[in-house]
């Protein structure tokens, strides 16, 4: 069980540094390549990454409610 929330961390925090890495890349990224890469890669990984994250979250809440019933 631990380590499926640990997993949910690691996604957590590599989705933050992406964002704020994307962030510093798109001030200085003024074209339309730019809209379509946030459009067809960061928007899509960040909103997958979200999705895992809150699976995995489930996944930890329903192992935990297995070992405490059958306990």
Not at 30 to 58: K, N, Q
Request: aromatic residues 6%; glycine residues 4%; proline residues 0%.
């Amino acid at each position: 069980m631990a380590r499926i929330s640990h997993n949910e961390i690691i996604i957590a925090s590599a989705v933050k540094d992406l964002q704020r890495d994307w962030a510093a890349t798109a001030e200085g990224w003024h074209d339309s390549a730019r809209e379509e890469f946030e459009e067809e890669y960061i928007r899509r990984l960040v909103a997958a990454a979200r999705t895992a994250e809150g699976a995995m979250g489930e996944i930890s809440r329903l192992m935990e409610q297995a070992v405490r019933e059958c306990s």
